[in-house]
């Protein structure tokens, strides 16, 4: 009797691409504040690993340009003026594109999962947990990217999720920026769920253009950072 053939096995991800994604995603989300340093030897020991996989998945993720390497170790990079003008500049131009296409085609399932994650940031902002908002508005906005059906426009949102995410945090932390959020969250859900595109394009261009307006007005800086965005 002939024997059924075994399936491959699959070997699990080297540490080191381990603890890069990991930290790729907190840097997503915004887990970390504007110029955060970033210890090999606390994160080794949170992630109870040694610390050579750290150093090398800092490395690539300094390689990616979304930390800082120096004298002092590893960092977030600073926020600049120039570098949130030209984020929005092309988030504006893309992510009304991609909310509409995602629109169009968004099941039923993907809907309750934005309306979870919408409930959840609202508990969050009523509470003032930061960290629990930014997940539950990360979650909301994978929650509609997954089904931009343009693998490239999705793949270059992604990107723009590695860059934005410091600034996710200086916004959010402001009490008036996650219940702006909440509404235009609330906006797109109805659009997404109504297969709007003109209603979800117009969700992604508000979020976008709310993050700049408190970027720049509202957000707490010394005297040294005025300096640097003027």
């Not at 309306?115 to 959840?120: G, H, N, P, T, V």
């Amino acid at each position: 009797m002939k024997q059924d053939l075994l399936d491959p096995l699959s070997r699990p991800a080297p540490l080191a691409e381990q603890i890069y994604h990991a930290l790729r995603d907190r840097l997503r989300m915004g887990a970390f504040d504007a110029e955060a340093r970033l210890a090999e030897s606390v994160l080794a020991r949170d992630m109870n690993v040694s610390r050579s996989p750290v150093r090398e998945a800092l490395s690539r993720l300094v390689a990616d340009g979304l930390l800082d390497t120096g004298a002092w170790g590893f960092r977030v990079p600073p926020v600049t003026a120039t570098t949130v003008a030209e984020i929005v500049d092309l988030r504006c131009l893309i992510e009304p594109v991609a909310a509409a296409r995602a629109a169009e085609a968004m099941p039923p399932e993907a809907i309750a999962l934005l309306r979870r994650a919408l409930e959840q940031a609202g508990r969050a902002a009523a509470t003032g947990n930061l960290d629990a908002f930014l997940v539950a508005n990360y979650a909301f906005r994978a929650g509609w990217v997954t089904h931009v059906a343009n693998s490239r426009l999705r793949d270059t949102l992604a990107r723009f999720d590695d860059q934005a995410g410091t600034l996710r945090r200086m916004t959010f932390a402001l009490p008036g920026a996650r219940e702006e959020a909440l509404g235009m969250m609330h906006d797109g859900l109805g659009g997404f769920a109504r297969r709007d595109p003109d209603a979800a394009a117009e969700f992604a261009r508000s979020f976008v253009e709310a993050a700049a307006r408190y970027f720049h007005s509202k957000c707490p800086m010394d005297g040294s950072k005025r300096e640097e965005l003027s």
